[in-house]
T-cell receptor, first 113, second 114 residues
Framework: GDSVTQMEGPVTLSEEAFLTINCTYT??????LFWYVQYPGEGLQLLLK?????DKGSNKGFEATYRKETTSFHLEKGSVQVSDSAVYFC????????????FGKGTKLSVIP | EAGVAQSPRYKIIEKRQSVAFWCNPI?????LYWYQQILGQGPKLLIQ????????DSQLPKDRFSAERLKGVDSTLKIQPAKLEDSAVYLC????????????FGEGSRLTVL
């Protein structure tokens, strides 16, 4: 079945540091890939997505590229801020026309001033 | 625009008791999902509705869990009888367009079973 593997957290970075959160997946066919973020006290929200190989999703300074050859969708940001502190979830959907998401376990990011 | 509303936010019960969670999706969203998120894990889909019909309930433990969406708007998830391993956050999500993959999540209902 479909699965998503994320790097273990928690991750603690200083402000303005470079962020990478690794995500790899196993799926049948050609899934769509997503990063969702959960800020403290809030619900999950979509951060970015990519629907086909070599697509790059980007939002709020975050980027992730759909790499079919390595089955990866790593999340990156060049300079993190304290406000980026949150839990980040990698997810995929391989259901045609019906977006049932399979999530990774989540990676908690803490950014310190 | 109002987001996905869920209640209660927190619930503590003893094993073998019953509990119900309510979800009101964003207005106009035809698709509604219930996810279970156990501490330290990612959310796992329990059931998906399209309007008031069930699209997928293959991962719903039907011996104790039930869900309904009678009028195609709000939904209720029930657990009876609860087990210790049901302690989790129950997330409701809705989507307008299944072609985009963007689900809108509520804040969740945290269940503790003692």
């Amino acid at each position: 079945g479909d699965s998503v593997t994320q790097m273990e957290g928690p991750v603690t970075l200083s402000e303005e540091a470079f962020l990478t959160i690794n995500c790899t997946y196993t799926a049948t066919g050609y899934p769509s890939l997503f990063w969702y973020v959960q800020y403290p006290g809030e619900g999950l929200q979509l951060l970015l997505k990519a629907t086909k190989a070599d697509d790059k999703g980007s939002n709020k300074g975050f980027e992730a590229t759909y790499r079919k050859e390595t089955t990866s969708f790593h999340l990156e940001k060049g300079s993190v801020q304290v406000s980026d502190s949150a839990v980040y979830f990698c997810a995929l959907s391989s259901g045609a026309g019906s977006y049932q998401l399979t999530f990774g376990k989540g990676t908690k990011l803490s950014v310190i001033p | 625009e109002a987001g996905v509303a869920q209640s209660p936010r927190y619930k503590i019960i003893e094993k073998r008791q019953s509990v119900a969670f309510w979800c009101n999706p964003i207005s106009g969203h035809a698709t509604l999902y219930w996810y279970q998120q156990i501490l330290g894990q990612g959310p796992k889909l329990l059931i998906q509705f399209q309007n008031n019909g069930v699209v997928d309930d293959s991962q719903l433990p039907k011996d104790r869990f039930s869900a309904e969406r009678l009028k195609g708007v709000d939904s209720t998830l029930k657990i009876q009888p609860a087990k210790l391993e049901d302690s989790a956050v129950y997330l409701c999500a809705s989507s307008l367009d299944t072609a985009t993959g963007e689900l809108f999540f509520g804040e969740g209902s945290r269940l503790t079973v003692l």
